[in-house]
Every structure is written in C-alpha cells, then in structure tokens.
C-alpha cells in the first residue's frame, strides 16, 4: 500500500472519531506509520485532505449507483437498487460515510443520479406527479442513511417500502 493510500485510510478513522475540528494531523501521520511532513507533501492542509476523501467517497458512491441502474427498465426498480445500494455502501465503508456525512450536513448538496430517476419516474408516470425532485431525493437518501446508522440490523426491504410507498403513483 503506498503513503498516500495509507494517510487517507488513517484520515477515515481519524476525521470519524474525532469530527474535522478535532482532528489531528499529528494523529493522521501516527496512524498511517508516516512523518508528519509526508502527510503534508501528499495534501497541503487538513482541509485539502478531508476534501478530497468526501470527494472521493461521493465520486465511488456516484459511479456505482450509475453503472448498477444502467440496464434497469422501470424508475422504481432503479429507486430499490438505489437504496440497496447507499445500505451496502454505508456498511462497507461505515467510517468514510460518517466523514461525507460531516461534510454534507455543512453544504446544499444535490444527488443527481437520484433526482434524474425521481424525476424520469413523474414524467413517465411512475411516480406522483406532486413530488418535488429535490424533496424526495434528498428523503430517499437522509432516511436511507440515518435508518443505517442507528439500526444493528438493517432491513433494506422496509426502507424501500416506505420510500415507495411515499413516491408511488397508486
């Protein structure tokens, strides 16, 4: 593993456990066995760093979302994989989903991919014609996270149920 991988591994669990505020670059360097000034080579401030894992973390998320949907005929069952998606993400990478999520809380952000399905989804019917894009976007994926991170067993099917229930033409 090289010494920029190793720094944004330690940074993960560094910003994770300690927030962006509290965190040290000093224990970055500690954690991923590298001088300080290696740290600094790589990302020229703490900023810098966190940026560019929420950056990174957002762009992997975003990828695979995309590639996954590709092939699916009908809005809702891109809105199911979605969501089963964002639940296995948020297991595998637990730590650097609490660092995106510190950054997403601070800024108005947009998930495209989502909003392009939502919105597909009333323009073909599929989906309430009422619904606002962002809105519903935005539901699918705070519900989605705040259901994984404070339940020790996720039901992705619930989670599903109650993001199409809400969406659903009937």
Same mark, same amino acid.
């Given at each position: 593993?090289?010494?920029?991988?190793k720094?944004?591994l330690?940074?993960?669990?560094?910003?994770a456990?300690?927030?962006?505020e509290?965190?040290s670059m000093?224990?970055?360097?500690i954690?991923?066995?590298?001088?300080?000034?290696?740290?600094?080579?790589?990302?020229k401030s703490k900023?810098?760093?966190f940026?560019?894992?929420?950056?990174e973390?957002?762009?992997?998320?975003?990828?695979? =979302?995309?590639k996954?949907?590709e092939?699916?005929?009908s %809005?809702?069952? +891109?809105?199911?994989k979605i969501?089963? *998606?964002?639940? !296995?993400?948020?297991k595998?990478?637990?730590?650097l989903?609490?660092?995106?999520?510190?950054?997403?809380?601070?800024?108005?952000i947009?998930?495209?991919?989502?909003?392009?399905?939502?919105?597909?989804?009333?323009k073909?019917?599929e989906?309430?014609?009422d619904?606002n894009v962002k809105?519903a976007s935005l539901?699918?994926?705070?519900?989605?996270a705040? =259901?994984?991170?404070?339940?020790?067993?996720?039901?992705? %099917?619930?989670? +599903?149920?109650?993001?199409i229930?809400? *969406?659903?033409? !009937?």
């Amino acid at each position: 593993m090289d010494k920029k991988h190793k720094i944004i591994l330690a940074a993960i669990s560094e910003f994770a456990k300690n927030g962006f505020e509290k965190a040290s670059m000093d224990a970055v360097a500690i954690k991923a066995k590298v001088a300080k000034g290696t740290v600094f080579y790589h990302f020229k401030s703490k900023s810098d760093l966190f940026a560019d894992i929420v950056d990174e973390g957002q762009k992997k998320l975003e990828k695979k =979302i995309t590639k996954e949907i590709e092939g699916l005929e009908s %809005n809702k069952d +891109k809105i199911e994989k979605i969501i089963d *998606i964002e639940v !296995n993400f948020i297991k595998k990478y637990h730590d650097l989903f609490l660092v995106y999520l510190e950054d997403v809380v601070k800024k108005t952000i947009s998930f495209e991919v989502i909003n392009k399905v939502i919105d597909d989804g009333k323009k073909t019917s599929e989906f309430r014609k009422d619904l606002n894009v962002k809105t519903a976007s935005l539901g699918l994926f705070w519900m989605t996270a705040m =259901i994984c991170l404070n339940t020790k067993k996720v039901d992705s %099917n619930e989670i +599903k149920r109650l993001v199409i229930g809400g *969406i659903m033409l !009937n």
